[in-house]
């Protein structure tokens, strides 16, 4: 497929151009369908053009397309600030502030952090992702392809391992990193801010433990450290709840929001307690197109239809097809190259192995083409971009979602041929 006028430097994982969608599945400019199990890598959990959505963004664009709120504050980012306040789980106050997308969200929540606490170290864990903007992109807990040739880059930044029965690393391992951390490179009382996600999307979909979550969290307190919580795409229902966290049975200091936000529109926040959004002088946050009011009528009507009861139902039943799909293929024998299940809930990943013929890689992009040519479009992860990420809008119809698994069992089937 030719790109003229487009970067290379781009990556492209399907050659193709969608022309339009309907919940699960999307048509190229040939006519040609595909079940998208790829969602806008994560943007679309309530779908292709939910009709809640498609309503209020058609409605608001015949009222008011933008007005730039730091100049002249608009209502629809005051209701999606209330509406964040009763959709986000914590015993605190919110404040927030809403911006473009979730790099712009992971920056903002580095002033933040910075001026509340008068320091500057940060500490990310490997595998993490936080966007690809200078500052989000040091905390990147990988190099290729982000961080390949760009010399130094902003903030002092110190990565830890990541605990999870996904990564094969215990919380003790990761506390004791963590304790040689403050004795050996940085001192706890020069880390402004702590960053990870509850469950990792571009490292695998993999979950934080629970135990070093508790412990991580009561490290911070005793030092004064922020912990900051990356739900951009784990967020917004993923995993069966409104957010991740909620299942570690902490509370963040900061919290960062973003794709399925607005359903495919641009929005992303930074929220947390007031006492710490609220040290930065005024003027320091802001930003032209932040808030922008069609965004926040998306915003709205997706937090209206993600009802806790509604995103729970969602995710077991998508959950329960996948695990019995899974546990079919590796019970079968007939895919030796066929991992673990990682995740939790409807954010899974499936991680493929090395055999003596290929690399779990090599087979995890001849599936990617051999998926799309069976009608089913998937997407990699993992530092070795060996795990297949699942991404299939939570309102995806049950028999679309056991098509799709179909394809890619057949798909498979068609590698070992």
């Known amino acids: 497929m030719e790109l003229p006028y487009i970067s290379r430097s781009l990556g492209i994982v399907h050659p193709l151009c969608i022309e339009h969608g309907r919940n699960a599945e999307v048509w190229d400019e040939t006519g040609r369908r595909y079940i998208d199990f790829i969602g806008g890598i994560g943007v679309l959990n ?16 015949e009222r008011l397309m933008h007005s730039a709120f730091n100049a002249v504050p608009h209502r629809g980012y005051l209701a999606v600030a209330e509406a964040l306040e009763r959709f986000v789980p914590v015993s605190y106050p919110l404040s927030c502030m ?41 905390l990147n807990g990988k190099v290729k392809p982000y961080k390949v040739g760009l010399g130094s880059l902003p903030g002092t930044v110190f990565h ?9 690393i215990s919380a003790d391992e990761a506390l004791k990193a963590l304790v040689r951390l403050f004795e050996v490179e940085v001192s706890a009382e020069e880390v402004a801010c702590i960053i990870v996600e509850p469950v990792q999307g571009e490292g695998g979909f993999r979950v934080l433990c629970p135990d070093f979550a508790l412990a991580l969290r009561e490290i911070c307190h005793r030092h004064g450290i922020l912990l900051i919580f990356d739900e951009i795409q784990s967020g917004f229902g993923r995993t069966g709840t409104p957010f991740a966290f909620t299942r ?7 919290l960062l929001m973003g794709k399925s936000m607005a359903a495919g529109l641009p929005l992303a926040a930074v929220a947390g307690r007031a006492e710490i959004m609220d040290n930065l002088p005024k003027g320091a946050l802001g930003g032209t ?29 998508q959950e329960a097809l996948i695990l019995e799909a899974h546990e079919r293929w590796r019970g079968s024998g007939r895919f030796p190259m066929l991992g673990a299940l990682t ?3 409807a954010m899974r990943g499936i ?15 001849a599936l990617l083409e051999t998926g799309r040519e069976a009608g089913v479009l998937l997407m990699p992860s993992g530092r070795k971009r060996n795990v297949l990420r699942l991404l299939l809008p939570l309102t995806a119809e049950p028999a679309i979602v056991k098509e799709g698994l179909t394809l890619i069992e057949q798909a498979m089937d068609s590698l070992q041929a």
């Open 46 to 61: 309530l779908g292709h053009g939910h009709p809640a959505v498609v309503t209020a963004v058609q409605s608001q664009v």
């Open 98 to 138: 809403l911006t473009n997308s979730g790099a712009e969200a992971t920056e903002n929540a580095l002033k933040v952090a910075r001026g509340a606490t008068g320091r500057q170290a940060v500490v990310a864990f490997e595998d993490g992702f936080h966007g690809r903007t200078l500052a989000a992109l040091n």
């Open 160 to 168: 830890l391992p990541f605990p999870s029965r996904d990564s094969g």
């Open 248 to 254: 570690l049975g902490i509370e963040p200091d900061l």
């Open 289 to 317: 197109y932040s808030g922008n009011a069609v965004a926040c009528a998306a915003a709205l009507a997706v937090m209206e239809v993600m009802r806790e009861e509604s995103l729970s139902a969602w995710a077991k039943c």
């Open 343 to 345: 995740g939790i809930g």
């Open 351 to 365: 991680v493929f192995e090395d055999t003596a013929n290929a690399t779990g890689a090599d087979y995890l992009a």
